[in-house]
């Protein structure tokens, strides 16, 4: 069973950065896809970057392109979305979740493990 920790959410003002980082009990072909997702109150979850761990491939929301950043340290087994120019809309409970199957995707319901989330508070 993959376990995935996040950490790094917090309070920011708005034009902000952050740097969330996903910790992964493994890094095998259960973890060859890691993604970041965000929820906000009310919302539906959604994908914001993803990235092949074996390969370093990576694909961006159009809503964050620019300002978010998904990256990987293999030898830490730890997956970061570092958030440029945070926004008052970026404010969200953020997740890491990992998937197995060949693909990169931001689709919710393609990822098979997910982490408890970190919340991302950001003020105006």
């Known amino acids: 069973q993959v376990q995935l920790v996040e950490s790094g959410g917090g309070s920011v003002q708005a034009g902000g950065s952050l740097r969330l980082s996903c910790a992964a009990s493994?890094?095998?072909?259960?973890?060859?896809?890691m993604g970041w997702f965000r929820q906000a109150p009310g919302k539906e979850r959604e994908g914001i970057a993803t990235l092949n761990t074996a390969t370093g491939r990576t694909a961006t929301a159009d809503s964050v392109k620019g300002r978010f950043t998904i990256s990987q340290d293999k030898a830490k087994n730890t997956v970061y979305l570092k958030m440029n120019s945070l926004k008052p809309e970026d404010t969200a409970m953020y997740y890491c979740a990992a998937r197995t199957q060949w693909g990169l995707t931001l689709r919710v319901d393609e990822y098979t493990y997910w982490g408890q989330g970190t919340q991302v508070t950001v003020s105006s």
């Open positions: 493994e890094y095998t072909s259960s973890t060859q896809y």
